[in-house]
């Protein structure tokens, strides 16, 4: 079949079945669904929230520190995304709160909540790491995570629903030698992802989780910057490279479009193919 035929076809089908040319664009379009995204001013909660804005969603990006947050909200409105911005700790209840209020006073309700805010206050020996650093790591990393799931589960629930997104790592699945802790705060969303799932599928909101490899983010560069620990890890890919912030943004917007909504309690790893299992 000639170029020209093949186009021939298509059109006559468009032509016929109108909604067939729209359907993908329906489908992938969020406008209209208010987005928060947790520790949303650089790195991968930045690329969701680029990737959930141009969908047509609004997003509200936040961080702990005020001039991160209006840099952000600065590069987001000047590609034309709908933006709110606000200083939040995810690891303060208070925060949190305050986070979810001024959502639904300037944007009117919530349909997606994407959880990114993770920390790493420790590197070394697993026998090594204190009460403290378990504290810290466990309080950010996965209770705050179920925490502020839980505070906006009733505003999607009249909304008719919604979507919540975790963001895990392949650390969760393969523990990475000196970041035993923060590995296991990240296993620990993949259950948290499957304990959710059932419960809330009966409010119409699915539970997902995206687990990414190295990515080329300001949080990762003791990993991406050693080029021993590069080329080792290379060996491990598929393709061999770096990721790059928008090859999770996307498959982060993806399970929040109608393109996923027969997709709950997953963990999508996007590694560049390394292995992943428990």
């Known amino acids: 079949m000639t170029c020209r035929v093949m186009l021939r076809s298509v059109f006559r089908c468009l032509r016929i079945n109108p909604v067939a040319g729209h359907r993908s664009m329906s489908q992938s379009s969020l406008a209209g669904k208010v ?11 930045l690329a969701a929230a680029q990737a959930l804005g141009k969908r047509g969603a609004h997003v509200v990006v936040s961080s702990r520190r005020q001039a ?6 600065a590069l987001l409105q000047s590609q034309s995304i709908q933006v709110t911005g606000t200083t939040c700790n995810v690891g303060k209840g208070e925060d949190r709160e305050k986070l979810v209020k001024m959502t639904l006073d300037q944007c009117g309700g ?6 990114n805010a993770a920390v790493n ?10 009460e ?8 950010v990393n996965v209770k705050s995570a179920f925490l502020m799931t839980k505070l906006v589960v009733p505003h999607m629930e009249k909304r008719g629903g ?16 000196g970041l035993g802790p923060y590995c296991v705060s990240k296993t620990a969303l993949l259950g948290l992802t499957r304990a959710l799932a059932p419960d809330l599928a009966q409010s119409n909101i699915r539970v ?12 990762s560069s003791a990993l991406w910057q050693n080029e021993d620990l590069v080329d080792e890890l290379k060996k491990q890919l598929s393709i061999k490279r770096i990721g790059e912030p928008e090859e999770i943004g996307g498959v982060i917007a993806f399970l929040c479009t109608e393109e996923a909504s027969y997709i709950t309690g997953e963990t999508i790893t996007v590694t560049g193919g390394i292995g992943c299992r428990l």
């Not at 070394?124 to 790491?129: E, L, P, Q, T």
């Not at 919604?162 to 030698?177: C, K, L």
């Open 132 to 139: 403290e650093v378990w504290d810290k790591i466990l309080d």
């Open 208 to 219: 997902n989780c995206v687990a990414p490899g190295v990515i080329k983010t300001r949080f």
């Open 121 to 130: 206050p420790f590197f070394g020996s697993i026998m090594d790491s204190t």
């Open 162 to 177: 919604g979507n919540v997104v975790f963001v895990s790592s392949v650390g969760g699945y393969q523990p990475m030698q």
């Open 68 to 73: 991160n947050v209006d840099k952000a909200v």
């Open 35 to 45: 987005a928060i995204v947790t520790a949303s001013t650089d790195g991968i909660g």
């Open 110 to 115: 919530i349909d997606i909540l994407v959880s």
